[in-house]
């Protein structure tokens, strides 16, 4: 027999993802021990571990994977056959309308970079004074949100948008976005933006430990930050960052205010679905499908409940948002199931996180 640990190893897939498929019933373990709910494997599923790996890095569905694991099982390699044809026709027909979008974007991208649009960066310096409290609650309440993707870099940081007496710091890693904001003084000059990498961002947070105002600079592609007589220093990520302000433009949907330990309970203990997506780091993750119901209250749906308006969200990046809004009670805001799920505190509407809906399978 083989311990979760070891078939996560010798098969390609994580731990979390073992545990994913076996309440997908897609693999599931030979014996799992009643006393601590540790999963054992025999040694002939180790080929239909790697088999649902190499499946789902070719993005094969996940009903496709039990037929063709079924199949596999049983030794229907015509079936198999057949599923992977389908699949692969499926992929090329997707690859050459991606190809001659491609082509048309590359075109627009050609004639922006011909014609420009001013940069929102300026040259010019910038020296304001924001209160260490408030500096610090803004980078706990977005930190969460950073990309870690090495190709998108400039999502890899804080940007730090300063304009008239308020500093709006934003995160962000495409599936999910967090902005905060910050009084200053001492800033009169034009808007000045500069995304802050992480290991720098990190560095201001462990100086942020007073009640005192820092001074924080901005010159070019240079960021101080000065806190009494200690300083942290470093070059910003010489990358442009997406537009928030459009991004957070959304309509507005049905709101309800949450008891956040409560409803985080309800989010553990809770139902979760499949996601048909993989998400960052190539494996599926365990979805909340959530509804609001006629009292206003958040529901954390069951399988059976396959309502239109329901909005599915990657819970642990819910539970990672419900943690950086550091308050007793917060406020969902729930769109159509394809808008993004807003988290709000009730006393600061310039401080909240997006999610992005992803799609589920029963």
Do not use: K
């Not at 409940?305 to 308050?327: I, K, P």
């Amino acid at each position: 027999m083989r311990s979760i640990g070891e078939m996560a190893r010798d098969g390609g897939l994580g731990v979390s993802a073992l545990r994913f498929y076996d309440r997908a019933g897609v693999l599931v373990p030979a014996w799992v021990d009643p006393v601590s709910g540790y999963r054992w494997y025999e040694a002939a599923q180790l080929e239909e571990a790697r088999l649902l790996a190499r499946l789902r890095r070719a993005g094969m569905p996940l009903a496709d994977i039990r037929l063709v694991l079924a199949a596999w099982s049983g030794a229907d390699m015509d079936l198999v056959r057949g599923l992977l044809q389908a699949h692969l026709r499926r992929l090329e027909l997707g690859l050459s309308d991606a190809r001659s979008e491609f082509s048309a974007l590359r075109a627009l991208l050609d004639r922006r970079e011909t014609h420009p649009m001013n940069s929102l960066h300026t040259a010019t310096p910038a020296r304001l004074s924001v209160p260490a409290p408030a500096l610090a609650a803004a980078l706990d309440a977005v930190r969460f949100a950073a990309g870690t993707d090495a190709e998108l870099p400039m999502l890899g940081g804080v940007l730090f948008d300063v304009e008239g007496a308020g500093l709006h710091l934003v995160a962000t890693d495409r599936y999910r976005m967090a902005v905060a904001q910050a009084p200053t003084t001492g800033h009169d000059g034009p808007r000045t933006q500069v995304v802050v990498p992480l290991p720098l961002a990190d560095a201001m947070r462990a100086l942020l430990t007073g009640e005192e105002p820092v001074q924080l600079e901005l010159d070019g592609d240079r960021v101080t930050m000065e806190t009494g007589d200690r300083q942290t220093a470093g070059r910003s990520l010489g990358h442009e960052f997406p537009d928030y302000r459009r991004l957070v433009d959304l309509p507005a949907g049905r709101r309800a205010h949450i008891d956040t330990a409560a409803f985080r309970q309800a989010l553990e203990s809770g139902p979760v679905r499949l996601s048909e997506t993989r998400e960052q780091d190539g494996e599926p993750h365990d979805l909340s499908v959530l509804r609001v119901a006629e009292n206003g209250s958040v529901i954390v749906c069951d399988d059976n409940d396959d309502d239109q308006a329901n909005v599915a969200v990657n819970r642990e990046f819910l539970l990672d948002a419900l943690a950086a809004g550091a308050r007793d009670e917060l406020i969902l805001e729930l769109g159509a199931p394809t808008a993004p799920l807003a988290i709000r505190r009730p006393d600061d509407e310039d401080a909240f996180s997006l999610l992005m809906p992803v799609r589920s399978e029963n």
